[in-house]
């Protein structure tokens, strides 16, 4: 696996390293941001998006983390995926920790014991994180989808990002030019930047305030 | 399934891809930096990041060497300083420190240190002022013991 680490320093000390890695950092924040994260707020547990590249980037190149290249050619694409997978755990960890006995009474005067658990169901207290966290998407959606109407080429991109993520595939899906595929993508980047996570919440308060 | 778990489904896939599609493979370096910009992170900063990261975790022969001239060079210079901190300037920090020691009222054999101070080699001079630091040291703090206890 030597090899492998020898290539990842390599390619990030190669001409196209700064390209990358400022892709990857990127990638982070705008992950972190779909995941409701604000500026000037650090993640869970401390961390900030561009530790989580950062320390991807080192666990690469000490070999804690491999990235095959026979596998994934890629490099790019793997690093995307640690970050993607460190980002998802330490949300998913923060929404849905909560620790407390299981055997307990309940309000009712009945006794819960292990036997009351059924599966995987979600506590009430992960039913409202759920809830409100499918609000904010909800609008964060509906925020793009009116600053795209009536932009016809943007439409069938908004349509095709149901289906698809690849540009590949939603090139073919809207029977677009790929390479208009891809100038397309830097402009929906562009209104998605504007569709921050503060204005989501303000538009969400406001939407929920007029029922 | 029901109806609004659906949409709640479609929803977060759709949004997952354009996070995906909007940070494709061919984001060239200025598109990654004004991005960057725009999220309020400074690019260039990032870019010197990636190089300590680099120099730290994955050093070129040249980055190594450079660290090992660079740590014998500070050798170097603390073995100088020792060098030329003189005999005269080790005996001065002594009387300063006996002065200070006995202001705090301990009874210093002034006289027997003098006495020795010709014949003591340097390694001897600096022992017994690391001793003598450390004597003070712990007067001061009897003293503030004694001062809290009123």
């Known amino acids: ?211 | 399934m029901g109806n609004a778990d659906k949409i709640a489904r479609e929803t977060a896939r759709f949004l997952d891809n354009l996070t995906e599609f909007i940070t494709g493979e061919d984001q060239q370096l200025d598109e990654s930096m004004d991005s960057l910009r725009a999220q309020g992170v400074d690019p260039e900063e990032s870019l010197r990041q990636l190089r300590q990261t680099l120099s730290e975790h994955a050093p070129t022969w040249r980055e190594k060497a450079a660290r090992a001239r660079a740590l014998l060079a500070a050798s170097f210079e603390t073995q100088k300083a020792r060098a030329h901190h003189t005999r005269s300037e080790i005996e001065g920090e002594i009387r300063e420190t006996m002065d200070s020691m006995r202001a705090l009222g301990a009874p210093v054999e002034a006289g027997a240190y003098h006495r020795n101070f010709e014949e003591a080699r340097d390694e001897d001079l600096e022992s017994l002022l690391e001793d003598l630091r450390f004597q003070r040291a712990l007067l001061l703090k009897q003293q503030d013991k004694a001062d809290s206890n009123g």
């Open chain 1, 1 to 211: 696996m030597t090899a492998c680490r020898e290539r990842a320093v390599e390619i990030l000390r190669g001409p196209d390293g700064e390209r990358l890695w400022l892709a990857l950092l990127d990638y982070a924040h705008k992950l972190a941001r779909r995941r409701g994260w604000r500026i000037d707020k650090t993640l869970p547990q401390g961390f900030s998006p561009g530790e989580i590249a950062n320390d991807v980037i080192i666990k690469v190149i000490e070999g804690e983390r491999i990235w095959d290249e026979a596998k994934e050619p890629s490099i790019l694409i793997a690093l995307k995926g640690m970050v993607r997978s460190d980002i998802g755990h330490l949300f998913d960890d923060y929404e849905a920790s909560l620790i407390e006995p299981i055997e307990r009474t309940c309000p009712d005067g009945s006794v819960r014991t292990g036997d009351s658990f059924h599966g995987n169901h979600p506590n009430p207290e992960q039913e409202f994180l759920h809830g409100e966290r499918v609000r904010l998407e909800m609008t964060a959606l509906d925020l793009i989808r009116e600053a795209v109407e009536g932009k016809s080429e943007l439409e069938s991109i908004f349509l095709a990002l149901y289906e698809s993520d690849s540009p590949k595939e939603i090139a073919q899906l809207t029977e677009l030019p790929i390479e208009r595929v891809y100038s397309l993508s830097r402009e929906l980047a562009r209104i998605a930047s504007k569709v921050t996570p503060a204005r989501v919440a303000r538009e969400a308060r406001e939407r929920r305030k007029h029922g």
